[in-house]
């Protein structure tokens, strides 16, 4: 893979091999519960899982957020059934709680063939959550122990839905993310979407915007309403020429957001790297950086640079 590396401030260097901007981006900590759904063919449990995890893109605006982790085979779930793995965040552990309850209600529950299981088994704060969905069966639900875990039988039309009595909850990262700026449209679209399928090879994390890619890039307040967040002027192609201070370059047309949440620093460290690395190989492409606050966003930060350097610490 070959890329030109500038510091940020430096003019952009002319040439055809892109440009990685030694930028860092901001992480800070949220709470995480991850949700196993089960059912009797994996496009029902993708199904339930992309309903229990929709509109929860950023907590800027979003009650939660959230996203589909990975698809999990038969052998690895309790009950023998294909899977899907998801994860949902919030800066507040009984706001998540309650956003819990309500998806796995809301979405799992009344997905056909579907069951929930806890996919932090290991975590010891736990949100009790499964006892109360429970009160739907109506006086009918029966609680009971299967595949070695406390759960919830509630009748429905189709038969049972198996519920685990409590989910886990930790504390994990999100907020990492960098920008795909590309000469043209489609371009920028292919790296961001090849990005992310990088990004899903590494266990524990997720992409939570539509498909995994962003084009309403933000940033903090606003310069003319009074708003949590606006559009992140300095990178929008259209107003270039209106503004004092555009941080684009004059070929670059279109610029894609990557945000990755994860279990773990070490799981998002090496995702940013691997997304990185995907996108810098399509043509097209004319560089890669990240935007901060100088750290005053969030309390982790990591380097563009350290993100690649996590995959060679990776291979075998």
């Known amino acids: ?49 992309e309903v229990a995890t929709g509109f929860a893109t950023s907590i800027i605006g979003a009650p939660m957020e959230g996203g589909l982790e990975r698809r999990v085979s038969k052998d690895e779930t309790p009950d023998g059934r ?48 499964g006892r109360s969905i429970a009160k739907f069966g109506d006086g009918f639900q029966v609680q009971d122990t299967l595949f070695g875990k406390s759960v919830w039988r509630i009748p429905v039309m189709d038969g049972e839905f198996i519920i685990e009595d409590s989910f886990g909850m930790k504390r994990a990262i999100a907020g990492g993310m960098f920008l795909i700026l590309a000469s043209e449209r489609r ?57 004092a201070h555009s941080l684009l370059p004059q070929d670059v ?14 799981a998002v460290r090496l995702a940013l790297g691997k997304g990185i690395q995907a996108a810098l190989q399509i043509p097209g492409i004319v560089g890669i950086t990240s935007t901060n606050y100088g750290g005053k966003l969030g309390q982790f930060r990591l380097s563009l640079r350290e993100a690649l350097e996590a995959i060679k610490e990776a291979s075998p």
Not at 12 to 39: I, K, N, Y
Request: hydrophobic share 40%.
């Open 82 to 129: 294909p899977g899907a793995m998801v994860q949902m965040y919030h800066t507040d552990r009984v706001l998540l709680k309650g956003q819990l309850a309500n998806r796995l209600a809301q979405c799992i529950l009344t997905c056909p063939t579907t069951a929930a299981f806890d996919g932090l088994p290991e975590t010891r704060r736990r949100a009790k959550v």
């Open 187 to 243: 371009a920028g679209l292919m790296a961001a979407e090849r990005a992310v399928e990088a990004i899903k090879t590494v266990p524990g994390v997720i992409t939570p915007f539509p498909g995994g890619i962003c084009r309403s890039g933000s940033k903090v307040g606003s310069l003319k309403y009074k708003l949590k967040a606006s559009t992140n002027h300095p990178f929008c192609p259209t107003i270039r020429a209106k503004i």
């Open 253 to 266: 047309s279109s610029v894609y957001e990557i945000v990755i949440n994860g279990l773990s620093l070490k």
């Open 1 to 49: 893979m070959e890329y030109l590396f500038m510091k940020p401030g430096e003019p952009w260097p002319q040439g055809r091999a892109p440009v990685l901007v030694d930028e860092f981006t901001e992480m800070f900590s949220m709470w995480v519960c991850r949700v196993l759904v089960t059912a009797d063919e994996e496009r029902w449990a993708v199904k339930a899982a």
